[in-house]
């Protein structure tokens, strides 16, 4: 029968109980200059120069904003090579040779509590601006941009969901810091004026409703709550996690702000704290490698800027089978799949997902609809593939294909193994064409 796909079926490599390992400091720290959203930058430093944590080293250009590029080891800057980006794209990375110091750049001081209380909305936007904070839930757009608006915001959701199967990395960071999550949203609703901050994870997660419930004491009155939501995908989803926690369902073209309404990862949040508290940019992510692909599952705290090759070894290599090895960083549903391994953790990357590549047999399309009872967005999967078959631009553009958030659920819920979601894919690019 074919029926609305809600959950997804695929085994759970890992879960955020596994013990967490610090992975060792890499030899050589990688700092991406290009990237999926800058595609180009400008240096401050040259080659043999000293860098300090939170040093910054050039300027990175997108197409409306600059953003610094930080270091986050300290060393001797040795200059740029090409590795893989979490984007699956080949970028420029600036190499550090690491003097396993931690030295902290003079900028790295800690706010007193008043200092802290005194800052306005444009001094919390410059600190974003400052410290390069992106959204973490693997959008890597700008932070501070959500603050320009001046709609009245009453409500922060904090997007703690993490709905794609078999990760838990923020599941594991609200775990391990209740706290400083819980004082960074205090710090940004007061910064905004909003009177609610809704902190939200699965209802499924129960050592994490005992955790904040323990966190939140003596919180009565600050507006900050723990929000359990529903488990389905993709409740991760902005627009679906503010509805859930809230009630409100923000229309296709509109911004939350619009609504009164800001959304942040979770750990955007965690970042936003170190930022303020410490003048210091985000340091460390929850790794995991997990898959049929290696040996051994890990969950690793790595410091950004370190290798693939470095943490691989710490999940005892490859899996030893003859099939070919697919990385995917992220997960199953809507990482980007990547050729090779030469990959560096860059802020956004909490997931290598290596599996033994299987054979797929895909047949044609029966018109069963599967895709388009399960999309969210309300598109018409298998239509937009024909017109993208087709090459007609026009119908394309006329089924409006921008609206995907590219959730994989039409894919996943093809009865003919067909990859809807890349035809989707195409349909976007092919929209954006004049």
Not at 361 to 378: L, N, Q, W
Request: hydrophobic share 35%.
């Amino acid at each position: 029968m074919i029926a609305k796909a809600r959950h997804i079926e695929l085994p759970n490599y890992l879960l955020s109980h596994q013990e967490l390992e610090v992975a060792p400091l890499p030899k050589y720290a990688y700092i991406a200059g290009t990237n999926g959203r800058c595609a180009s930058y400008s240096l401050t430093v040259k080659e043999g120069d000293h860098v300090c944590i939170g040093d910054t080293l050039g300027i990175r250009k997108g197409p409306f904003f600059e953003q610094p590029i930080i270091a986050t080891v300290s060393g001797t800057y040795l200059g740029i090579e090409n590795h893989l980006h979490h984007t699956g794209k080949s970028c420029e990375f600036l190499k550090i040779e690491n003097d396993f110091k931690d030295e902290y750049g003079s900028s790295c001081k800690e706010r007193s509590e008043e200092e802290i209380a005194s800052l306005s909305k444009e001094d919390l936007l410059s600190i974003m601006k400052d410290m390069a904070l992106v959204g973490l839930g693997g959008s890597s757009f700008p932070s501070y941009v959500k603050l320009q608006g001046d709609h009245k915001i009453n409500t922060i959701v904090i997007n703690g969901v993490e709905c794609e199967p078999s990760l838990a990395s923020d599941h594991r960071l609200m775990l391990e810091h209740p706290h400083e999550i819980i004082e960074g949203v205090k710090i940004l609703m007061k910064a905004v004026g909003a009177k609610e901050g809704m902190i939200c994870a699965k209802w499924i997660y129960k050592d994490l409703a005992e955790s904040w419930s323990s966190a939140l004491a003596g919180q009565e009155g600050t507006g900050v709550s723990f929000t359990p939501v529903y488990n389905f995908y993709p409740q991760g989803w902005e627009v679906a996690c503010i509805k859930t926690a809230t009630g409100i369902d923000i229309p296709s073209g509109h911004l939350p702000a619009e609504f009164g309404i800001l959304e942040y990862n979770v750990a955007t949040i965690y970042s936003l704290y170190l930022a303020v508290k410490y003048r210091r940019p985000l340091l460390t992510r929850y790794v995991q490698i997990h898959g049929n692909g290696v040996k051994e599952q890990k969950f690793l705290a790595v410091r950004i800027g370190t290798p693939f090759s470095d943490l691989l070894p710490l999940a005892n290599g490859y899996a030893d089978s003859p099939n070919k090895k697919r990385m995917i960083l992220g997960g199953p549903m809507m990482g980007n799949t990547v050729n090779g391994d030469d990959i560096i953790c860059t802020p956004t990357v909490t997931s290598y997902l290596i599996l033994d590549e299987e054979a797929w047999h895909v047949d044609p399309c029966v018109r069963c609809g599967s895709c388009i009872y399960s999309c969210p967005t309300h598109l018409l999967p298998a239509l937009i593939s024909q017109a993208v078959k087709s090459g007609n631009k026009d119908k394309v553009k006329a089924l409006h294909p921008e609206r995907c958030i590219e959730c994989g659920l039409c894919a996943y819920s093809c009865t003919s193994h067909i990859n809807v979601t890349e035809f989707v894919r195409r349909a976007k690019r092919i929209a954006r064409l004049p």
